[in-house]
């Protein structure tokens, strides 16, 4: 079955950073109506460890979803625009595995950077978002952890490569925020 992207790009004007994953994982897995929806997936624990020394810091208190109007709101403020690199897909295999993803229709990255004149950096979020990335805009592809620059246009960019926020990816949840904190540091998006 064929599945277009079910969220509109989540796209402030003065966004510095644009996030790119893969694509959403099946609804049934949503705790909420955005992107990183899966409650297995650690995306916003590592922004509130960063953030707020409290990787529980975007959770209600319920603790069976994430607090979407609080994401907004923290997103927003600090500049960050997120969508993911594919906009059609067909799953292979019942899960939201980046190896089981057939990319039908890839997001036109250079449309998405067109609308974000403030940008200076793309950060993938895994392999599959990474080489979509590069397919469209010529980059080296950066080490884990690591950036490389690129051009657009008129301007120079920086491609980061992020572990992947999915408990699939084997590094412990502390270790992907400090990998995270050095990005967020570099682009100056801590201090703001």
């Known amino acids: 079955m064929i599945e277009e992207h079910p969220l509109e790009?989540?796209?402030?004007?003065d966004a510095q950073l644009l996030m790119l994953g893969?694509?959403?994982p099946q609804q049934k897995r949503w705790s909420m109506d955005f992107y990183y929806p899966n409650l297995q997936?650690?995306?916003w624990r590592i922004f509130g460890l960063i953030f707020f020394g409290d990787k529980?810091?975007?959770?209600?208190?319920h603790k069976k979803a994430?607090?979407?109007?609080?994401l907004i709101v923290f997103l927003k403020e600090k500049r960050i625009a997120l969508f993911d690199s594919a906009s059609v897909i067909r799953r292979l295999k019942d899960n939201a595995s980046d190896k089981f993803?057939?990319?039908i229709e890839p997001t036109d990255?250079?449309?998405?950077?067109?609308?974000?004149?403030?940008?200076?950096?793309?950060?993938?979020?895994?392999?599959?978002a990474t080489d979509i990335v590069r397919d469209q805009l010529i980059v080296e592809e950066p080490a884990v952890g690591k950036s490389e620059d690129f051009s657009f246009e008129d301007r120079v960019l920086r491609l980061y490569r992020m572990p992947s926020s999915s408990r699939a990816y084997p590094l412990a949840l502390e270790k992907k925020a400090e990998v995270y904190k050095f990005m967020f540091n570099e682009l100056g998006i801590l201090s703001e």
């Open 9 to 13: 790009p989540f796209l402030p004007s």
């Open 22 to 24: 893969s694509f959403p």
């Open 41 to 43: 997936n650690d995306m």
């Open 56 to 61: 529980e810091h975007f959770l209600l208190p």
């Open 66 to 70: 994430f607090c979407k109007e609080e």
């Open 101 to 103: 993803l057939e990319v």
């Open 109 to 128: 990255i250079g449309l998405l950077l067109k609308q974000l004149p403030a940008c200076k950096a793309i950060v993938t979020t895994g392999q599959k």
